[in-house]
């Protein structure tokens, strides 16, 4: 596993290389090579990946869900998770927006020096009652096959608790869904071996597609919003590792490196899930029952760097317009960006449609999102990094805090007595 960590990040450089060379100085080839060569290895890669996503979250969070057993037990895990999840992204949201505030990355009349090549059309986000009522899927098979990840985890959820009470007389499923688990692992294990040429061909393309012209005339907002994601990860993240779950934050890195790497390639929470999983369980020593419960949850909900970059860009597009925040305008940002990372969950495309909605709340024009377009890609890769190291660092935080969670689930084995 080590060795397959360092050819990911070997790969994730050479592609970096790779696609700036061929921007820079071969240009007209970089087309076909990209839709012919790199953009097929990374779709196959992602969509292999992906196939294993629905699998996984439903299998873990059954068994997760019924390994906690007591209800009480599934409720205080469940409450510590969310409030976890909203903690850590208020603290993301200050953070950018004090950086961005404290650095002014965005000049007055930028807008007329920068060409926008994309408009953005802002799109319709649920309410906060919509989203809860979504979340109980009228049919649990069309929620999987749309990969609706609140409906899939509310019936996983069910499902888990009905054998949990019922216990032994559901013993015969409950092994089932664990040679399920096994076999899922399995799969994912075959899967990783594509993941260094998966990972180059995906960081290639991207790389570029965008180019440097697009980084350079938007590199103040560019650095600001990698500088924030980096102070939240070693600053907030390494403070619940070290004073929370009483571990090494070096330790942690080292171990959950693999994971991250192909978080970065991926920019996908959801797709990078099972690996991130196996990652935390198998090098972290996170046990099945909370990884399974926390880590899917967090995919779902956890929106810390999505939360810096639309602190950043708020900001950011304000002093392009030439337009002060209140106070008052600023605490809204927090508070409606934190409440929609719960209530866009799921929603393709949730970074842009979050930030329409914040924009649209303090009276910032929606069509200047396209002044930050051209760079997004490469920072969804590095926010899509810093929230699958959230989700592992709350479920680790879980794991040491709860020592006694799978000691009165007597009446069948953990997982790892399987191993």
Known sequence: MQNLTKQIIIALILGIAVGLGMNFFLPDLFGPVDQYVLSPIGDIFLRLIQMMVVPIVFVSIVLGTAGLGDPKKLGRIGGKTIGFF??????ALTIAMSLALLVKPGTPGL????EIEEEYQAEETPSVVETLVNIVPTNPIDAMSNGEMLQIIFFSIFIGFALAVLSKKTDKIYHLFEQAFDLVMYLIKIIMYMAPLGAFALIASAVGGVGLEAIQSMFAYFLVVLAALLIHAVITYGSV???????????FIKNFAQAISVAFGTASSSATLPVS??????RLGVRESVSGFVQPVGATINMD???IM???ATVFIAQVYAQSLSLTEMLTVVLIAVLASIGTAGVPGVGLIMLAMVLEQVGLPVEAIGLILG???LLDMTRTAVNITGDAACALYINETEPDLDEEDDDRPS???NA
Do not use: C, E, H, Y
């Not at 909203?86 to 603290?91: A, F, Q």
């Not at 590792?241 to 090494?248: D, L, P, Q, R």
């Open 241 to 251: 590792i070290k004073f929370m779950a009483k571990k090494s934050p070096v330790w």
């Open 277 to 282: 999983m196996t990652t935390a369980q198998k």
């Open 305 to 307: 760097g999505t939360a």
């Open 375 to 377: 760079v997004d890609r």
């Open 415 to 417: 997982l790892n007595s």
């Open 86 to 91: 909203l903690l850590s992204t208020t603290v």
């Open 310 to 312: 639309q602190g950043v």
């Open 111 to 114: 807008l007329d020096s920068v």
